[in-house]
């Protein structure tokens, strides 16, 4: 089983805009829709999209809970979520403008979270999780969840024997790769910061792997590039025209370790989750990929051995 805890969730509100943003002017929109905003969950719709058994915890707002959770039941996405008490669950604003490929996006904090809610998610996790399960923690941390608590709840997951997946960013990345979890999913100055600014960034893959398993650095258009078992993979992803890249490497990170749980090789999960993503950028919301269309894409994603001398 694999479980995603999202501790800061999120609705994304996508706002589409009749023509392009300009400033001092009544920009139109020409519709309004509603999709998942928080990284976990994102990881969740793409583990079931691909058939693989997943369930969604972390935190909710209760004052617009029927707006998410109509959301997560569209998404087909099988959830327990701790609800937060008077709080509403944050939205996220999407910004589509006609004929501009890409988004602008715009975040609210999120709720602050008590040590009462954190004690009810730390007890629901201990009761679920067992050692063969996978947990993906993503996203940012809410008002109230301090490192210590992020510590805390990766010390459990390490106990437990699990494999651990974080897709975090600043002190809260370097927490994990500190605790030493088993799949991180940075961005290259993220690495430099976390290692050295000195070397290059095969070099401080080559530092960070003596703790972290499996590291994806997300390189842009240019691809990514994987660090496993003491070998680097160049990963080139195919060549795509992107409407809104918002959730596309949470789609990434959510088809990279549904495959892997399925017994697929490094290489090919790799592949098909480079595939899943560059469908995800065609699509205006924050969610969609076709399944269909990944495996064709798969076939026009490179894979080469990187050599580190």
């Known amino acids: 089983m694999i479980y995603t805890i999202t501790l ?3 609705i994304d509100r996508l706002l589409f805009l009749e023509k392009t943003l300009v400033k001092e002017k009544n920009n139109r929109l020409s519709k309004i829709d509603y999709d998942l905003g928080g990284k976990g969950h994102h ?8 058939g693989v058994k997943n369930q969604a915890l972390g935190f909710c707002g209760t004052t617009n809970k029927s707006k998410l959770e ?13 609800e937060v008490y008077g709080k509403p669950t944050r939205e996220s604003y999407v ?38 399960d996978m947990v993906l923690i993503a996203g940012s941390l809410p008002p ?34 500190e605790v030493g979890v088993n799949f991180i999913k940075p961005n290259a100055f993220e690495i430099q910061e976390i290692v050295s600014e000195e070397n290059s960034l095969l070099d401080n893959l080559k530092e960070l792997s003596k703790k ?14 994987c660090s496993h078992d003491g070998e680097f993979y160049q990963i080139t992803a195919p060549k795509v ?21 399925l017994g697929k090789s490094l290489v090919e999960s790799l592949a098909f989750a480079s595939g899943c993503a560059a469908s995800k950028v065609q699509y205006t919301n924050s969610t969609s990929f076709s399944v269909k269309e990944a495996k064709r ?8 051995k990187v050599q580190n001398h």
Do not use: W
């Not at 959301?71 to 701790?82: A, M, S």
């Open 95 to 132: 910004i589509l403008e006609a004929g501009v490929s890409g988004s602008i996006l715009i975040t609210e904090k999120g709720f602050r979270v008590s040590s009462y809610d954190i004690e009810l998610l730390t007890e629901q996790i201990e009761e679920k999780i067992q050692e063969d």
């Open 70 to 82: 109509k959301i997560l039941q569209e998404k087909g996405i099988n959830h327990d979520l701790v």
């Open 241 to 261: 025209v992107a409407v809104n890249d918002t959730g596309a490497g949470d789609c990434f990170v959510g088809s990279f370790l549904g495959s892997l749980s």
């Open 43 to 50: 990881g969740s719709f793409a583990m079931s999209k691909l």
């Open 8 to 10: 800061n969730p999120a």
């Open 297 to 304: 894409l798969q076939k026009e994603v490179q894979i080469e």
């Open 144 to 177: 109230g969840f301090e490192l210590r608590n992020l510590e805390e709840l990766l010390q459990l997951l390490k106990k437990k024997n699990c494999f651990v997946a974080c897709d975090l960013s600043g002190a809260a990345l370097a927490k994990a790769v």
């Open 212 to 225: 972290v398993d499996y590291i994806v650095v997300s390189q842009g258009s240019e691809g990514s590039i």
